[in-house]
Structures are given as structure tokens and as C-alpha cells.
């Protein structure tokens, strides 16, 4: 029969056709075809027209702007303490996460719900919680208004469900029989902890974490009470676009956006890079 | 002896899944758990790993007091039902795994990860991640890797469960002339007693937690300590109050012969033997399993008159209480 014949051949055929794609049927490409429709009207051209008008003013006037020492001053602080608050967050996250798969604990329902609240708070609601609580006339005593803590605070409290929520899932299907084998074979929590579990959480580690460093580049709303944006000191990259808008400086804007746009887009990258590494190594 | 279990007992909350249990598992062997799904057998299994605490009771696993050592000072290798891959690592990685940890050099890695490879006939996938096996494959590699460690027993917990029928039977052959290789003290949890009864050297059944006869399979088989074993083994039906195998048992035409007198009510054919399905003259419903010829030769038929009477020197236990009996398919239900 030639099904018998044919099979042996079928899985290596399978897997070339899969990887140069397979030919389209009239409904799939449809849907192809509306996909790219909506994504080139939503991403793809207002994305080409921020870079256009960022390459108005020519490659030396993009990088006069980009270079101004205030505005050099707040994309360092913008993604210095993005990518310090992403770290923190793989940490906290995590563990966070860990808690709330392994551990059985009162209020734990409670606690499943509150995680999700800086995520569903409107931004400025979030600053002005985060003014009442850590501005002059904190009940705690503490006042941190007008300093770089404040733009590390506002980010940490903002991003803190990304790494939770796309950690967690799959926290929760890993095979407990998985770690029974590994502690059989010798192996101490830790290391199965480093060898065996990490590497299956490195993707939604690595997801939560783009996620966690897009949103804090872009955040405005939740720290723009409590920075006091202060040119070379509080100052963040959002605020900087907005105050150029106001100025009627639409290249400088343009050129900020597409600067925080390059980042991270390099950021989404090496992660990916990383999370294969450690996926492969084990 | 290897292991010596001795008054262990486990209760999950109100479930008793063992009471007071002793065992001695001789080394060298293969041994079988056997007993239906609930009754305890492998949560046996799984004290003698660690994996679980025992309530109450001792483990002793070569002379050593295991009752207090975690899993990883045991030095026991344990296959899963379901393989329990690491499934970002490949084959060959999964199966360095154990001496990867203990941090032995890694040329001596690679010469026993080969040589563990070439024994579960696993060499040209070595560089396959799990997800590219097939079930039999990964059940392979979970048993290498096991092996790796040189684990003083191999604890197999329905390691060949999840498979369909086919591959089971081939890898239960495997496993026995594996074991007869390798000798390693070996414990093999199953609920299937023609499992049991093909690979073992000793059984040990368990019911509700409790240890109902451990023998050899020929011990069991012959000489079924109790009803729970008779019918646990094989198929059973009832002559009088003796249970016994409905193929152990003879049927004759000649009408004044010894045996029980009774009327043929059906006449089965499955595949290479006949099952006739008699009812005596007290209305008792007997099966008998006969080959093709043996039928053939009596040349009886549906309503045809036979005496049925148990081969000499055949096992029977005797019936205790009517109303505790499970109904199976091949038990004829008494009247």
C-alpha cells in the first residue's frame, strides 16, 4: 500500500514543509492577510512614522537631541533603573510566585487577588498613593519625593505582577515527580532548584521580565507626582518626550521615542538569547 | 536480605494505605508488589525510597536503618510510571544527571553514560531531548538513568503503565533479561498479574494494606493462600464451596462416572480455547475452559448432560462468605 510505503519518509517531509511554511488555504489566508491588516495599522505604522519624524531632522540633528545632556541624563536614569527594578523583579517575582503555588498559607486567596492591583490601578492613582504614603507628609515618616528612589519605587510597585503572573502557571504544572526523580538521583533541593526547575521557568521568567522593562521604561503616570521631575536628577525619558511635545519640539520627541524603542527591542533580544542559553545548559 | 520492612504503616488522614506492614525482600532478585490500585503497594515503594515517611515501622535497605534518610542518601534508583523526563535536557544529559551531581570526572561521564546507553538500546539517541521518544524509549531512558547512580535496589513504580499493550510486553521481556544482566536488587510495583507472574522471581501481593501472601509465582499460583489470591491470579469459578480455575476443572459424557451432574446452558468460543458454561442439578452455574480438541473429542453441545469434576492435585480454596464476593466476568454467579 503506498501509506506503508510513504511512511517512513513522512516525519523528515513533515519537517521541512513545517519549516518553510505551509502552503495556504483560502481561509488561512484570509485571516493571515486581516492579522497583518490590523498589526500594520496598530504597531507597525505608527512605529514607521515616530522613526520618520525622529529622521526629520536628519541622522546630526537626531543625535544632537539624543546627546543634550538632559536628555542623555533622563534616558540613562529611564533605563538604568528599568533594568535594575527587571532584576529585582526576577528575584521577587519568582519568589513570589513560589509562595503562592507551593506554599498553602491563610489568606493566600487574598494575596492572589492584591498582586494583580498595581497592574489594575490607573497609573495616577498609583502616584498619588505612592505621594500620601512616601511624599512630605508621609504617616510613615518617610520621604523620599524628588529623589531617584522615587522612580525605582514607582517602577517596582507598577511591574511587580509581570514576573508572578507568567511565572506562576507554570510553576504550578510542573511534575512533582520530576523533583522526587532528581532527589532520588542525588540531587539537593538547591540543586534541583538550579538544574532542574529554573530552566523550565527561564522562558516565563524571560517573558515576565520583557514585559516588567517595557513597562517601566514607558511608565509616566505613577511616579510623575512623587519625582518631582527634576532636569539631570528625577527626570525621566516619558516625562522628557511630553515636556518636548509642549514645546512644540516634535523631532526631539520623536527622537527619545525611537531611542527607548531600540532599547527595548535590544533588551526583548538578549533576553531571548539568555533564556536559550540557560534552557540548553541545564 | 536486602530490605527488610518491618511493622511499617501509613495513614493519609483517615485512609489507611498500609497497616503494619513486614516484608523481606531478598537481594539479587526481582521482586513483584502486586495488588489492585488503592491497595498500597506503591506507597510501599515509595517509604522504601524516601519519597514517603512511614508512620510507623523501620526500612532497612542492605543492613542500613533507612527510616529517617531522605531520598538522596539512599542510594536507590526510582522509575516513574510517567518517566518523569528532564525534559530541557537530552538523553544523554539526563541520564548523566546523578553522576553529574555526585561530580565524578567527565571522561568517566561519558564511558558509563555509553556504555548505560548501549544497555537500554539507546545509543543513536543520545542527542534527542525526551519529547522526541517514543513511551517505551523514555521508560529506557528513566531506567538508565536510575541505573546510572549504581543504585544499591531499583525501585519501578508501574513502570510500564502508561504504554499500550505491545510495547508492555516487550519491555517486560526486556526488563527480565535486563535484570538477569545486571542483578541488581530490583522492586517492581504492578497491577497486572500476568505481569507479575512473567518477570518476577517473587511476588508479594498486597490488599488494603495489608501483605495477603508472598511466594514465588508457582507458590501462588498452586498454592493461593486465601480467596483474595485464588481470585487475584487468574480466572476462578465455583464447584460446590470450592473455588477453583475453570480450567482445572474436567467435564465427562459417561453418565455414571464421578462429579457433579449438570447441563450444558452455553457453549463460548474465544480464540483457541471454549468455554462451556454448565448448570448443575442443584442449580449451581459453573464455567469450564476447555482447548478446541478437548471439546471436540467430548462432542457435547447445549443441553447435552456431563458430570464436571476438579483435575486431581488442582489448587481450590474454599468459599467463605457468598456476599463478599466481587462479581468478575469469568466468575460464574451461584444461585
Known amino acids: ?282 | 536480605m536486602s530490605i527488610e520492612i518491618v511493622n511499617v504503616g501509613k495513614r493519609f488522614g483517615d485512609f489507611v494505605a498500609l497497616d503494619d506492614v513486614s516484608v523481606s525482600i531478598p537481594s539479587g532478585r526481582l521482586t513483584a508488589l502486586l495488588g489492585p490500585s488503592g491497595g498500597g503497594k506503591s506507597t510501599l515503594l515509595r517509604i522504601i525510597a524516601g519519597l514517603e515517611r512511614a508512620d510507623t515501622g523501620k526500612v532497612d535497605i542492605e543492613g542500613v536503618d533507612a527510616t529517617r534518610l531522605p531520598p538522596q542518601k539512599r542510594n536507590v534508583g526510582f522509575v516513574f510510571q510517567h518517566y518523569a523526563a528532564f525534559k530541557h535536557l537530552t538523553v544523554r544529559r539526563n541520564v548523566a544527571f546523578g553522576l553529574e551531581i555526585r561530580k565524578r570526572p567527565k571522561d568517566e561521564i561519558r564511558g558509563r553514560v555509553d556504555e548505560l546507553l548501549a544497555l537500554v538500546h539507546l545509543e543513536q539517541f543520545a542527542d534527542r531531548l525526551p519529547s522526541q521518544l517514543s513511551g517505551g524509549q523514555r521508560q529506557r531512558m528513566a531506567l538508565a538513568r536510575a541505573l546510572a547512580v549504581e543504585p544499591t535496589v531499583l525501585l519501578l513504580d508501574e513502570p510500564f503503565g502508561a504504554l499500550d499493550a505491545k510495547v508492555r510486553k516487550e519491555l517486560r521481556d526486556w526488563l527480565r533479561r535486563l535484570h538477569d544482566e545486571v542483578h541488581v536488587t530490583t522492586v517492581f510495583v504492578t497491577h497486572d498479574q500476568e505481569e507479575a507472574l512473567e518477570v518476577a522471581d517473587e511476588i508479594v501481593v498486597i490488599n488494603e494494606g495489608r501483605v495477603e501472601q508472598i511466594g514465588s509465582p508457582d507458590d501462588l499460583y498452586d498454592r493461593p493462600a486465601n480467596e483474595f489470591v485464588m481470585r487475584f491470579l487468574g480466572p476462578v469459578t465455583q464447584l460446590g464451596d470450592q473455588l477453583v480455575r475453570p480450567h482445572d476443572l474436567q467435564l465427562s459424557t459417561d453418565p455414571t462416572g464421578i462429579g457433579v451432574l449438570g447441563r450444558v446452558a452455553r457453549v463460548t468460543r474465544i480464540g483457541f480455547e471454549i468455554r462451556v458454561d454448565l448448570s448443575t442439578t442443584d442449580g449451581q452455574s459453573v464455567t469450564v475452559t476447555l482447548t478446541r480438541n478437548e471439546f471436540l473429542a467430548l462432542g457435547i453441545q447445549v443441553d447435552s448432560e456431563v458430570r464436571v469434576r476438579l483435575a486431581p492435585g488442582s489448587p481450590a480454596t474454599t468459599v467463605s462468605a457468598p456476599a463478599a464476593r466481587p462479581a468478575t466476568p469469568t466468575l460464574a454467579a451461584a444461585g
Open chain 1, 1 to 282: 500500500m503506498t501509506s506503508s510505503t510513504l511512511a517512513p519518509q513522512r516525519p523528515a517531509a513533515h519537517r521541512r514543509s513545517l519549516r518553510g511554511g505551509l502552503p495556504l488555504t483560502r481561509v488561512s489566508g484570509l485571516g493571515l492577510g486581516v492579522a497583518m491588516v490590523w498589526f500594520s495599522l496598530l504597531v507597525l505604522i505608527p512605529l514607521a512614522a515616530v522613526a520618520v519624524a525622529a529622521a526629520d531632522g536628519g541622522w546630526a540633528g537626531f543625535w544632537r537631541t539624543v546627546t543634550n545632556d538632559q536628555t542623555a541624563a533622563t534616558i540613562r536614569l529611564t533605563v538604568g533603573t528599568a533594568l535594575l527594578v527587571t532584576l529585582v523583579n526576577i528575584v521577587m517575582g519568582t519568589l513570589i510566585a513560589w509562595v503562592l503555588v507551593r506554599d498553602r498559607f491563610f489568606g493566600k486567596r487574598a494575596l492572589e487577588i492584591l498582586i494583580d492591583v498595581p497592574f489594575a490601578l490607573p497609573t495616577i492613582v498609583a502616584g498619588l498613593v505612592l505621594l500620601a504614603l512616601y511624599g512630605p507628609g508621609s504617616p510613615l515618616g518617610v520621604n523620599i519625593a524628588n529623589t531617584r528612589i522615587a522612580v525605582f519605587l514607582a517602577f517596582l510597585f507598577v511591574t511587580l505582577p509581570f514576573i508572578v503572573r507568567t511565572v506562576q502557571p507554570v510553576l504550578a504544572e510542573l511534575d512533582p515527580e520530576i523533583e522526587e526523580a532528581a532527589a532520588s538521583l542525588g540531587a539537593s533541593r538547591f540543586t534541583t532548584f538550579r538544574r532542574i526547575i529554573l530552566p523550565s521557568l527561564t522562558p516565563a521568567i524571560a517573558a515576565g521580565a520583557a514585559l516588567s522593562f517595557a513597562r517601566a521604561v514607558g511608565e509616566y503616570g505613577s511616579l510623575v507626582l512623587l519625582t518631582g521631575n527634576l532636569p539631570m536628577r528625577t527626570e525621566v525619558a516619558s516625562v522628557r518626550i511630553l515636556s518636548s511635545i509642549e514645546n512644540d519640539n516634535l523631532d526631539s520627541a520623536a527622537a527619545v521615542a525611537v531611542v527607548l524603542l531600540a532599547i527595548s527591542l535590544a533588551v526583548i533580544v538578549v533576553l531571548d538569547v539568555i533564556q536559550r542559553r540557560v534552557m540548553r545548559r541545564g
